[in-house]
């Protein structure tokens, strides 16, 4: 061994390891994730939730509506543009593993000073220089900075991936949401109509009574009164349900005239999901937030490590084969050629902290990308618990809403019997009627809210997403 290359073995390990200490925080661990759910009251479930999940609504225009606008929704398209892109950046880091050979050629006609330091004939001569070469140029990349490039980048491919599920999971729910909020809109709209219908014949009845001075005129009143407030709350929910229309055709990305194609959707049933048993087993994998942060960490402790190889030296190839000549019939001779190649080691020594400026901004990178990822988990959790709970309560409140229901419903037929054996007039049969009938509307608000925790279960569950499926999907 020379000397010069002792001496170059000396320099390289008195700057190996050299690398300031960083503290980095610690993930919140999958283990206390799977004690906090295990305390939830799970049953079996045959059928997982797949991502398909809204078909489980067995509703072909639902089924329509969300399939259309996974496929044509702009904002849909305008995420997955950001995974194009990731993947994009991959494939030029990659390259740079590869020497970079480049050709260049060039034609200069140029007059040469008589004062400078050419003699003649070249000075105040003028001549025609020809040059073509072909150079290379390749970094050694002994501690894998674009290794950990290339890491990086792929977590944020990942992410990128997921944000796209999540979006897709995103938008299926608000429009379920919409879509079954109208469902019952509708059918309160009809019960609406029906108790109009019944006032209407109230007041005939009164009026009739009114004219042969049998009742006075606030009766008479109170009951125009009744029906002008059934009328507008049958109007306001009208209302609202237009608004929900055009909401459903903001958010799958259709003009307005597509909601003249839609029909009156008619679902009878919740769909009433239950957990499996072991759902804290794959939790964490089968929400889309989490895996996106998830990823976007790991990106973050690559991006420390690429900041750690700054530290160490690292070395230089270049080189150049090529022809230049003055005359045109000796380019591409022997005597022309201009070979020549170079070794250069880049050995950082003092920079006056630019590098250990550049490690802590992204060891607090990473530490702030954590404390988000340690928040996603804990608000997760927190979602699947609260929604159970109230699913729970809502089922409660069903229950007890059914026991009075038959019990309003048994009242209305008592007074039918009266009314036709002649112990009550009509009127009082009517006003049981119309008591049964606001009943059901109460039995719509509830089952309506019940569907939409069901919706508020399916997102705390991730909605079908598996991020093994995201992993082993190509492009």
Known sequence: MNRNTFIFIIVLFLFIGCVPKIEKVEKIGEKQIFDELKIINTKSTKENITQKWWELFEDE????????????????????????KANATIRAIESENLPNISFESSLTRQRFSENHIFPPPLGGGYFTQYHSATTLDYKFDFWDERKSKILSVKNIAFAQKAYIENTKLNLSLAISQLYLSWNFNEKKINILEKIVNILDEEFKILKEKFDNGLIDEVL????????????????????????????????????????????????????????????????????????????????????????????????????????????????????????????????????????????????????????????????????????????????????????????????????????????????????????????HIVEMELLQSHSELELELIRSIGGGFKEKELKNAKG
Not at 305 to 326: D, E, Q, R
């Open 61 to 84: 225009q639902l089924n329509f509506i969300v399939e259309k606008t996974l496929n044509d929704s702009p904002s849909l398209k305008s995420v997955k543009q950001r995974f194009a």
């Open 220 to 439: 008479l009143n109170e009951k125009k009164a009744q029906i002008s407030q059934m009328k507008y709350n049958e109007y306001s929910i009208k209302e609202i349900t237009k608004a929900q229309i055009s909401a459903l055709c903001i958010l799958s990305g259709q003009l307005p005239s597509f909601a003249q194609s839609l029909k009156k959707p008619d679902i009878h049933e919740s769909i009433n999901l239950v957990l499996s048993n072991d759902i804290y087993l794959n939790f964490l994998s089968n929400r889309a937030d989490v895996a996106i942060q998830k990823y976007i960490v790991l990106s973050n402790d690559e991006n420390i490590n690429v900041a750690k190889t700054k530290f160490y030296p690292n070395i230089n190839l270049s080189g150049l084969l090529g022809f230049t000549s003055f005359l045109s019939g000796e380019f591409l001779s022997k005597s022309s050629t201009v070979p020549s190649a170079g070794v250069a080691l880049d050995l950082p020594i003092f920079d006056w902290g630019k590098r250990e400026s550049n490690l802590d901004d992204k060891v607090i990178t990473y530490n702030s990308s954590v404390y988000e990822y340690n928040d996603i988990l804990n608000k997760a959790v927190n979602e699947v618990v609260g929604v159970l709970n109230k699913i729970e309560y809502k089922n409660l409140q069903i229950k007890m809403h059914k026991e009075q229901q038959i019990s309003v419903e048994q009242n209305e037929k008592i007074a039918n019997k009266r009314f036709e054996i002649g112990l009550n007039d009509k009127i009082l049969y009517y006003d049981t009627k119309i008591n049964s009938l606001m009943i």
